[in-house]
């Protein structure tokens, strides 16, 4: 599998952004796919995972009502629709996905369930 994000940028606060995720390769042997960020100094962090054979879907309590995750099994997306943008978003997100030599290693909200990453999409949210 290999992942792109995309979707990017500079946005006020208050703004919305929506960040794809293109997925190609055996995408189907993954179990989950996720949205990490990673500020800057700061670790990496869980944003939001989907479930691929159900679609239900869980994001982290500091997006929680903010941010929404779905995915677009036809064209082999995922997306991040982010409203309500705060300063405290910027970051570099990521997507990633899990796959069967993982799925049993970590929870869905750790980074070492996944082992494929996107290269990451820098948002940027001004106050």
């Known amino acids: 599998v290999q992942l792109q994000a995309s979707g990017g940028g500079l946005v006020q606060a208050g703004g919305s952004l929506r960040l794809s995720c293109l997925a190609s390769g055996r995408t189907s042997t993954s179990n989950a796919m996720a949205w990490f960020r990673q500020a800057p100094g700061k670790e990496r962090e869980f944003v939001g995972t989907i479930s691929l054979s159900s679609g239900s879907t869980y994001v982290s309590d500091s997006v929680k009502g903010r941010f929404t995750i779905s995915r677009d099994d036809a064209k082999n997306m995922m997306y991040l629709q982010m409203n309500s943008l705060k300063a405290e978003d910027t970051a570099v997100y990521y997507c990633?996905?899990?796959?069967?030599?993982?799925?049993?290693?970590?929870?869905?909200?750790?980074?070492?369930?996944?082992?494929?990453w996107g290269q990451g999409t820098l948002v940027t949210v001004s106050s």
């Open positions: 990633a996905a899990d796959s069967p030599r993982t799925v049993f290693r970590a929870t869905v909200v750790e980074i070492a369930r996944y082992d494929t």
